[in-house]
Every structure is written in C-alpha cells, then in structure tokens.
C-alpha cells in the first residue's frame, strides 16, 4: 500500500499514469524495468526543485498520478465486542469511515469542529460566510440558488468509490462539461495568436485538418513507408480524408462552416502558439480529462449532506473542535471545546479514526508514536485557491456560446470556468480563478477581486459591466483546513500513515493508498483503508 508510482518510470510514449494500465500495455513492461531510468518520484523530487509544488503538482496531473479508482469497497464481517469509536472530522472520510462502520454495527460518533458536514467539500451559496486566519470576513450576496463549488467540483466517471456512495444514498446527478468547442484559448505574450482570441474548434479542426492533409499527400506521393496493404492504405485514406473534412478532389483542408468563419491558420502558427499540448484523444486515464463527468445538482455539498442524512443526527456532534487526543492502553481519551459556548468537553473510546487535515492533525496534541507525528509534520499541503464571480447576465452563453468548459489561457487566474448547469437562465457563477499556488493570497480581497476581473476582461471585455459581486477560498487561510490537499507522493510516508498507531487510525484523504489526495475519490479510498485497519485491529483484540 502506498507505493503507487513509485517504483514506475515515466513511460514517454503515452505518459499513462497507473499501475493497472502499465501491466496491460505490453510495451511499458520494458519501460519499467529499464535500468537508470528516471522513476516518476525522482522525476517529480527534481521538479520540485525547480518549481516548487506547483510545478510538482502541474506534472502529476498531467501524468494523472492524481486519479484513480478507490478499488472494491472493503466487504468487512465480525463485530468486536467492544468497540467504541470516534471519529474526528466529518469531511468525506471521515463520513466514508462513520458509514461503514455503521453498516458494521460499530458503536461510533463523530466529532466535527464546523457546524457543517462535507469539509473541503463545501458549497458556497447565499449567507456562506467565514473569516479567513488573521484575515478578512466575506459573506456571500449571490442571489438565491447560485453557487459555487469552493473545493470539489466534478467527478471523472471511472471515480466509482464517490460515484457508488452517490447512487447508493441517492444523490442526483448531471454532467459536468469539461470541454466546450466553442471556448477560448488566449495567450497573452508573444507568438501568432499572441493577446488574440482563438475558438478551441478552430484549433481542433485547423490542426487534425493540416496534419491529415499533409499525411495523404504524402501517401498520396508514396513517400510514407506504410505496413499496410494498397486496401487497407487506401481505407486509412479516407478515414483522415473524413475526419480532417480533406476535400474530395484535391485533399486539400479547407475551413468549413461548424469550423466558425475565416480562413484556417497555418500549421507552423498553430504549432509556435503552443495550444497543441492540450489537444489529445482519449485521456490516458481519468484525470480532469476523462469525459463524462459528473457533478451533484445543487452542489457538491449534497454528497456530504447524503451521508449526512443515512448516518442520523445524533452521531454527528457540531462545533466541536478536537484539542487533544490521548491514548493508553485501555483506551483513548479525546478533548474538544464547544466553539458555541466555549465549554471544554472530555470524552472516552476504544479507538479513534482521525479523518481532520493533516496540516491540523499535525496542531493537536495527540501522542502518536514519533514515526507517525514526523509522517503527520511533514506532509505539505496546497495553496489552492478559487474565486467565484456572480454575473447579471450569462454572456459566455448570450455572446460567444460557450456552455460549460473552460478558458485556456496563460492569464494568472490557473483555471477560468463556466458554469455547467443553469443554462439559459438569466444570472450564473463563473470560476474566475482556480490555483494552486496561493496567487495574489496576501492582498486584501477586493484587490484579488479586481486581479481577477482586470485579467478575465482581456478575454470577456462584458465581465466588468455584468459583475455583481464575489466570493474567494484560499485554502489555507481557512480555518480546520490549513491548506486545499495533501502533496508529494512520498511512497514511505504514506505506507507510515496507513499503519495503526496503537489505538488510533488515520483516514483522511492524504493516507489514500489508491486514488490520490485531490480527489473525493482518495478521501473514500482512505477512509476505506482506515475502516478496514481498524476493524482488523479491533477483532485481533477479541
Ligand atoms: C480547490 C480544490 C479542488 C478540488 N477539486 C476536486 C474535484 O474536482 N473533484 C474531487 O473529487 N475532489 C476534488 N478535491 C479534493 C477533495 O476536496 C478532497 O480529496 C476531499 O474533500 C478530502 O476529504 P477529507 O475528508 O480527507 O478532508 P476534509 O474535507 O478536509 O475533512 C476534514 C474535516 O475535519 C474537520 N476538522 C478539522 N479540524 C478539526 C478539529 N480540530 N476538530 C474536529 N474536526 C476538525 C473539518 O472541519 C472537516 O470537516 C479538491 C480539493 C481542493 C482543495
């Protein structure tokens, strides 16, 4: 457990990023035994180096070491005869941890500082308010049934683990769009398109056109050394005739109607412009890239708020924020202070699954074994940061159709998106920014507002005069959070934290030994670990 990736070499042949797809490609058996080769930890230890976490985390993702299956849910039976459990966190690992453990017939309860279920899975709608560490409060003014996911906001479809708990606890569904034809790329700079607008389809149909040009001329003129039969070559033909809408007579790639209005733009333009690197087929495995995926309707907040309602109230205790945890051998005491009333409560249990942050575990005191305090120490976690921006009018659809998707851009605002629900209504949410590396974080939050705005205008000159009003999460300025997620795939301090430490059990996401921490679906696979750790433990003691 917990060793994933570690021992694999980057295959650069299809960058594929997981253990199951490395045994099924029979090619990257070779890659991985190559000796001297980089592995992917060194590989990202080097880029951290350089580029810090950000960097770090721009090439997990783009390996998608970040996604992944949470497995088979663990089918655990036996009951111990005692074993009361609390669980410290009621974000989606530990509700994963309380749930199965219910189905067990375990005695548990769950303490949760927040006055809300969910964690990082959180919802920012109309009265959301916090205060930020040492810093500003916001309330959100977004009319009634806006929203904007802060943490989570889709799912790829193979993420099964999260997926499964939503059928099961009947959480509605709808798609997420994550790619949208007629979206922009805009890269500010220098180059061709430089501080130019250029539609994704025009890229999309310019590129494969040009390219499937160039390879039938080619074969046209027998300069490609084909293994196929004459048929078979001439079925090849017209496939890239079909599919790059090369002209009949000439082979040539000419610009077509859904293609939008204008001539098609060179192929040296296009390949100096750099939008060629987010074009590929199917994605590799299922990272932000998989098609379809899925978000809640309402918001990610009702996965939480499921899991919520199946537990029953009496198992969650609110505004309850864990101060310290002590373990002996007869069992384990757990303190909290009432953030209501301000009164210090004690209380007592077999064992306790520690499902909080580890950027807060690492502030509680609590007598872990030294090996698992410096695994809990020094985990990093992001800087991640999102911006949701209320607008009177949903131009992107009126002006320029574009549903759902995002801007690709080089803008310092990470990921700008669009809404993927409320289509043709009047007002919407767009993410005006989505980063991992703490951006404009230090400013006071109008001047992050007007970043935002300043920068999103270059492409959509309408979002000033259509901005209402807007609410921003920086991670790790929010309280019982203390960052976005967990970093750095260190294959020895995640196997450390999946250990039991006498009486107590880590759960939350960043132990996940499949799955990755950035994913709800790393949350579930954690807490699954968790479960299964400690009821084999409990039943040991029988
Ligand atoms: C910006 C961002 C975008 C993301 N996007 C996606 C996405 O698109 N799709 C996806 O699937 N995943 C995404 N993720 C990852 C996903 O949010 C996490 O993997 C998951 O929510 C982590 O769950 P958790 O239970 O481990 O932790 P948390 O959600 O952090 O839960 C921990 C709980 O512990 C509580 N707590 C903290 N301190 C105390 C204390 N002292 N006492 C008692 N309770 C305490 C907290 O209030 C919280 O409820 C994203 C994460 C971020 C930050």
Redesign the pocket.
Known sequence: MGERGDSDTICTDCTSRTHRTHRTHRTHRTHRTDRGAVTRRRFLEHLGVIGGSSLVMTAMSSWELMAGQAGVRPSLTGRPAKADVIV????????VVAYELNKLGYDFRI????DR?????WTVRRGTEHTEINGEHQVCTFDDGLYIN??????PYT?TG?LGYCKELGVSMQMFVNEADASYFYYEGAGPFANTRVRLREVKADLIGRTNELLVKAIDKRQLDLPLTAEDTQRFVSYLAGQGYLDASDRTYKAFEARGPGNPYALADLLRSGFGSRMRSIAASDGTAAAPMFHPVGGMDQIPKAFERALGARRITFN????SVHQGDSGIEVS?VDTKTGKSIRTTADYVVA???LS?LAG?DINLSPEMMAAVRSTPY?D???MGLAMKRRFWEEDDQIFGGHLYSNLPLGEFSYPSDGYFSHKGVLLGL?AHNGIVGNEPVKARVEHVLTHASKVHPQIRQEFESAYGVW?KRVK??QG??ATGAAAARREQLSRVDNRIVIG???TAPTSE???????VS?GWQAVTSLHNRAMRTL
């Open positions: 410290l966190g009621a974000g989606i690992s530990g509700l303490l949760e500082a927040r279920v969910g964690g990082m899975s802060v943490g989570p906001w889709r799912i993420h999260i309850a924020e864990v101060r909290y499902c909080l942050p807060v509680v992001s991640s940061a999102k989505y991670w019982y959070s976005g997620f939350c996401a960043a921490p950035d994913w709800q679906e790393g949350a954690a």
